[in-house]
C-alpha cells in the first residue's frame, strides 16, 4: 500500500471549515483513498474513500487531485466534536475483504471555540 | 443491523498474568476479523487477522495469541503479560463496504 504524509497537527476556529491535507505521490491506480478520525479513548470512526472522484457524505467531502497524488478531507463547519486525530490510508479494496490497514500517526486536529 | 461488542473495556492486570479480551459481532456471517493496538501515543498497530473459524495470521511478533472458536467470535490471548502488552485493543470487522472498517469499543489493558 502507498504511503501517506499528513501534518502532524492542525487548528480551525469553531464554524469554520477544516482542510485536512494528505500526501500519497506514490498512490497506484487501483488504490483508493481512506479517511477515518479517531476521538480520545474511542475506536477509529470511518469518515470516507475514494478512488479519483471528489466525494460527499453527510460526515465529509473528499477532494482528490487529478493526478491522484494528494488529496484534502473538507469538514464544512467544524465543530467541538470533531477535534480528534485524523488518519489518511491509502490501499487497494476488494469488496468485502476491508481490513488490513496501516494506520499513520495522523492529523491532531483542534477545533477552538 | 451490524454490530461489534468487546469486553471487558478496560484491565488491570499484574505482569505474568493471563489475559483474555473478547470480541463478538452479530448481523453478519463470515466475517474477516481484526485485533489491532494502540499503544500510548502511537498509531494503530495490525495484531492478528481471521478470514473464518480457526483460521488466524500473524502481523507482527508478540507474546500474544488468537482464537476464533466460533464465526462471530474473536479472542485475544496471553499465557503470560508483560508490561509492554499495556495498549489500547480495537476489534473490528468491514461491514460489507469496500475495505472500511466498523471497529468495537476498545479494551483499554494497564500491566503493572
Known amino acids: 500500500d502507498a504511503k501517506t504524509t499528513q501534518p502532524p497537527s492542525m487548528d480551525c476556529a469553531e464554524g469554520r471549515a477544516a482542510n485536512l491535507p494528505c500526501n500519497h505521490s506514490t498512490i497506484s491506480g487501483n488504490e483508493y483513498v481512506y479517511w477515518y478520525r479517531q476521538i480520545h479513548s474511542q475506536g477509529p470512526q470511518y469518515i470516507i474513500h475514494?478512488?479519483?472522484n471528489n466525494e460527499t457524505n453527510e460526515m465529509a467531502s473528499l477532494i482528490i487531485t487529478e493526478d491522484r497524488k494528494s488529496s484534502t478531507l473538507i469538514l464544512p463547519h467544524a465543530t467541538l466534536r470533531d477535534t480528534a486525530v485524523y488518519y489518511c490510508i491509502v490501499r487497494v479494496a476488494f469488496y468485502n475483504q476491508g481490513g488490513k490497514l496501516i494506520f499513520g500517526q495522523g492529523t491532531e486536529l483542534s477545533v477552538k471555540p | 443491523s451490524q454490530t461489534i461488542h468487546q469486553w471487558p473495556a478496560t484491565l488491570v492486570q499484574p505482569v505474568g498474568s493471563p489475559l483474555s479480551l473478547e470480541c463478538t459481532v452479530e448481523g453478519t456471517s463470515n466475517p474477516n476479523l481484526y485485533w489491532y493496538r494502540q499503544a500510548a501515543g502511537r498509531g494503530l498497530q495490525l495484531l492478528f487477522y481471521?478470514?473464518?473459524?480457526?483460521?488466524i495470521s500473524s502481523e507482527v511478533p508478540q507474546n500474544l495469541s488468537a482464537s476464533r472458536p466460533q464465526d462471530r467470535q474473536f479472542i485475544l490471548s496471553s499465557k503470560k503479560l508483560l508490561l509492554s502488552d499495556s495498549g489500547f485493543y480495537l476489534c473490528?470487522?468491514?461491514?460489507?463496504?469496500?475495505?472500511?472498517?466498523?471497529f468495537g469499543e476498545g479494551s483499554r489493558l494497564t500491566v503493572l
Open positions: 475514494g478512488l479519483k
Open positions: 481471521s478470514i473464518g473459524i480457526g483460521q
Open positions: 473490528a470487522f468491514p461491514p460489507g463496504g469496500y475495505g472500511e472498517l466498523f
